[in-house]
Structure formats: C-alpha cells, structure tokens
Nanobody, 125 residues
Framework: QLHVVESGGGLVQPGGSMRLSCVGS????????IAWFRQAPGKEREGVSC???????HYVDSVKGRFTISRDNAKNTVYLQMNSLKVEDTAVYYC???????????????????WGQGTQVTVSS
C-alpha cells in the first residue's frame, strides 16, 4: 500500500522561501505521478503542482514562476521548492501519490490516491 509523509512546513515571512519534502514509504515513488495540494482555512483543497514518472510537470497559475516540483529518486523523495512566498500561500500542504498528472488540476484526483497527513505552511510577517 502506498504511503507518503510530508515535512518541511513552518513559518516564513512574505518573500521568503521554503522547501517541502514528500517521502515514499513501502514503494518506489518514481514509478508514480506525485502531486502537491493545499487547503487554506475556509477554502476548498486545490492542486498546486504535479510531476509524472517522466518528470513532466504542471503548476496551478497562481504559483507558476515561484514554485518548482522535482524528484530525487535516490532518496525516494519529491520536493516542492517555494520561493517568493505570499500570505495567500498559507495553507496545509498535502502530498499525494498516484495522481493523474495533467495540465488541469481538476483531473488530478482519482480513487486510488495515497494522501499524506499534511504539513502547515504559514506565510506571515
């Protein structure tokens, strides 16, 4: 069974940077498409970025040019590098394995996704 664990969240000032990590447990993560989602208080969950097994990537418009998703297969880890952070990036960020990674984040979710427990990212001065 797929299992992923996120880490790297915390408090950062606007304009700062943070890197989130998603580690696969019990499976080889590079065989699967991986996505980062986020959910802010009072808002619906949204897809942020995904990477497929051939390292193709997609980003939601609000983070393009600021966030970068990448893999380190040797560490069985997917990263989300977040730069130029804004207050509106504040949310719980979730890693998900076995998504449908395509241009439209509305189609990333399927019944076989493995979700992590989430990590809080707070952007505040």
């Amino acid at each position: 069974q797929l299992h992923v664990v996120e880490s790297g969240g915390g408090l950062v000032q606007p304009g700062g940077s943070m890197r989130l990590s998603c580690v696969g447990s019990g499976f080889t993560l590079d065989y699967y498409a991986i996505a980062w989602f986020r959910q802010a208080p009072g808002k619906e969950r949204e897809g942020v970025s995904c990477i497929n097994s051939r390292e193709g990537t997609h980003y939601v418009d609000s983070v393009k040019g600021r966030f970068t998703i990448s893999r380190d297969n040797a560490k069985n880890t997917v990263y989300l590098q977040m730069n130029s952070l804004k207050v509106e990036d504040t949310a719980v960020y979730y890693c998900a394995a076995n998504v449908e990674c395509m241009a439209n984040p509305d189609y990333w979710i399927n019944p076989d996704i493995a979700w992590g427990q989430g990590t809080q990212v707070t952007v505040s001065s």
